[in-house]
T-cell receptor
């Protein structure tokens, strides 16, 4: 089945130790998103790729970086995780054609714990 | 600023009907989405409204009034598995998706 896959599902890292989360999709969608979601809060968009074009949200900390080497894969790099970065990280994809934008499909998420 | 308001939590009884409201204030409007999110899982798409009126999909229906900046999600014949958070999200004039914090729905037997 076509889907959005995230690895790992659970990640534990130490304070300040770089960590990379991965996302892949078989939907061939042209837009990929990374969200951060903390308990009982709305998902917070960190950045998105429209094809190869990177779009950073104004309030996304510099500590967060992203790479999209090809259509199928997208990575979230946290250079120096702090305790406040512990959260669920959600990858999503959608198809956007001009002004037509369709619903987002989410991966299962990676729950990041920072010790 | 842009804002989406939903009740934080609601409780309903198995087999009953529940309506979850969402009001929004955004810079422009290009559609409203409802997503379901079970605890510890990713959101899954439920419905999309861009024109005024009611969209029905099985036990779930979603209503939109653009003039009032208002939507609701109606869940009928509630089942225990419907216990989840329900997120309202609005696509603004720049086609950015603005998310509400979600309504936690608790279903009791």
């Amino acid at each position: 089945d076509a889907m959005v896959i995230q690895n790992p599902r659970y990640q534990v890292t130490q304070f300040g130790k770089p960590v990379t989360l991965s996302c892949s999709q078989t939907l061939n969608h042209n837009v990929m998103y990374w969200y951060q979601q903390k308990s009982s809060q709305a998902p917070k968009l960190l950045f998105h790729y429209y094809d190869k074009d990177f779009n950073n949200e104004a309030d996304t900390p510099d500590n967060f970086q992203s790479r999209r080497p090809n259509t199928s894969f997208c990575f979230l790099d946290i250079r120096s995780p702090g305790l406040g970065d512990a959260a669920m990280y959600l990858c999503a994809t959608s198809r956007v054609e001009g002004t037509d934008s369709y619903e987002q499909y989410f991966g299962p998420g990676t729950r990041l714990t920072v010790t | 600023g842009q804002n989406i308001d939903q009740p934080t939590e609601m409780t309903a009884t198995e087999g009953a009907i529940v309506q979850i409201n969402c009001t929004y204030q955004t810079s422009g409007f290009n559609g409203l989405f409802w997503y379901q999110q079970h605890a510890g899982e990713a959101p899954t798409f439920l419905s999309y409204n861009v024109l005024d009126g009611l969209e029905e999909k099985g036990r779930f229906s979603s209503f939109l009034s653009r003039s009032k900046g208002y939507s609701y999600l109606l869940l009928k014949e509630l089942q225990m598995k419907d216990s989840a958070s329900y997120l309202c999200a609005v696509r603004d004039g720049n086609y950015q998706l603005i998310w509400g914090a979600g309504t936690k729905l608790i279903i009791k037997p």
